[in-house]
């Protein structure tokens, strides 16, 4: 098990205070303050989420080791200021995600996509929300896509490609329409969403999603994401950690948390 100084230095280095990671662990405080005196084991889960918080492999954690390569390097989800490489203007989609992002993008549009405030930006929103929220609840990606801050809002940088292969296989008809004063772009879908790709517990979850937002307009969308914590803790143009919705507000927060002291 990881050396006691080393969680409580790891901690301190990160910048986390103990209620942060007891409210990580959905531990009390003082429980999270024995781990740290070493009155009070670690569970293997712990451990994992614990490693994921400090950007660590399980077990170089457990080992208590920090290795000295980026890929272990220690980074404070709430202040990820990490610039975007080279190599992310290079988009590559694993094909699982790529079908999972296809079927939940159809069935979207099945279910909301006619009404006449879902264009290309509210459609952006509705999946951000539907993967972080997903995140914060369940601690598991649905989709794991990727999206950075841009002055809208969070925006899918996979988006692009994947529409564009679905146009091609004629999965998606892309049309331009106006709502109000403005141009939009709006999405037809051209088959079914294959749901049995997806469980009912994603099923009911993207519901839950689109019944609490897909009635906002693109601008109520993007205005509300503005004040979620992901996106304001990072800059422009970076890609946003799936790790800060644990530090959203009420007015956010899709999970209920155990109190913390």
Same mark, same amino acid.
């Given at each position: 098990?990881?050396?006691?100084?080393?969680?409580?230095?790891?901690?301190?280095?990160?910048?986390?205070?103990?209620? *942060?990671?007891?409210?990580?662990?959905?531990?009390?405080?003082?429980?999270?303050? #024995?781990?740290?005196?070493?009155?009070?084991?670690?569970?293997?889960?712990? *451990?994992?989420?614990?490693?994921?918080?400090?950007?660590?492999?399980?077990?170089? !954690?457990?080992?208590?080791?920090?290795?000295?390569?980026?890929?272990?390097?220690?980074?404070? *989800?709430?202040?990820?200021?990490?610039?975007?490489?080279?190599?992310?203007?290079?988009?590559?989609?694993? #094909?699982?995600?790529?079908?999972?992002?296809?079927?939940?993008?159809?069935?979207?549009?099945?279910?909301?996509?006619?009404?006449?405030?879902?264009?290309?930006?509210?459609?952006?929103?509705?999946?951000?929300?539907?993967? !972080?929220?997903?995140?914060?609840? /369940?601690? @598991?990606?649905?989709?794991?896509?990727? /999206?950075?801050?841009?002055?809208?809002?969070?925006?899918?940088?996979?988006?692009?490609?994947?529409?564009?292969?679905?146009? @091609?296989?004629?999965?998606?008809?892309?049309?331009?329409?106006?709502?109000?004063?403005?141009?939009?772009?709006?999405?037809?879908?051209?088959?079914?969403?294959?749901?049995?790709?997806?469980?009912?517990? @994603?099923?009911?979850?993207?519901?839950?999603?689109?019944?609490?937002?897909?009635?906002?307009? *693109?601008?109520?969308?993007?205005?509300?994401?503005?004040?979620?914590?992901?996106? #304001?803790?990072?800059?422009?143009?970076?890609?946003?950690?799936? @790790?800060?919705?644990?530090?959203?507000?009420?007015?956010?927060?899709?999970?209920? /948390?155990?109190?913390?002291?």
């Amino acid at each position: 098990m990881a050396k006691l100084n080393f969680i409580k230095k790891i901690r301190e280095n990160s910048k986390y205070s103990q209620a *942060a990671v007891a409210k990580k662990l959905n531990i009390s405080r003082p429980t999270y303050i #024995q781990i740290e005196k070493g009155e009070r084991e670690l569970t293997v889960s712990e *451990a994992q989420k614990l490693a994921s918080l400090f950007n660590l492999s399980l077990d170089n !954690f457990l080992a208590g080791d920090i290795a000295d390569n980026d890929s272990n390097r220690v980074v404070l *989800a709430k202040t990820d200021r990490q610039p975007p490489q080279k190599d992310d203007a290079r988009i590559i989609v694993p #094909q699982a995600k790529a079908e999972k992002f296809k079927e939940i993008l159809l069935y979207l549009l099945k279910k909301v996509g006619a009404k006449p405030n879902i264009g290309e930006t509210a459609i952006y929103k509705l999946l951000y929300f539907i993967d !972080f929220d997903f995140y914060e609840k /369940y601690e @598991e990606q649905i989709i794991g896509a990727h /999206y950075i801050k841009n002055h809208y809002g969070p925006t899918p940088v996979e988006f692009k490609k994947i529409v564009d292969e679905m146009e @091609e296989k004629k999965e998606i008809e892309r049309v331009k329409s106006r709502h109000f004063q403005y141009e939009q772009k709006k999405y037809l879908p051209l088959r079914e969403p294959r749901l049995d790709s997806l469980s009912a517990r @994603e099923i009911k979850h993207i519901d839950d999603v689109l019944a609490r937002l897909s009635d906002k307009n *693109a601008k109520e969308l993007s205005d509300y994401s503005h004040t979620d914590v992901p996106w #304001q803790v990072h800059s422009p143009g970076e890609r946003i950690s799936y @790790e800060s919705v644990f530090y959203r507000d009420d007015a956010h927060s899709v999970r209920q /948390y155990d109190d913390v002291l």
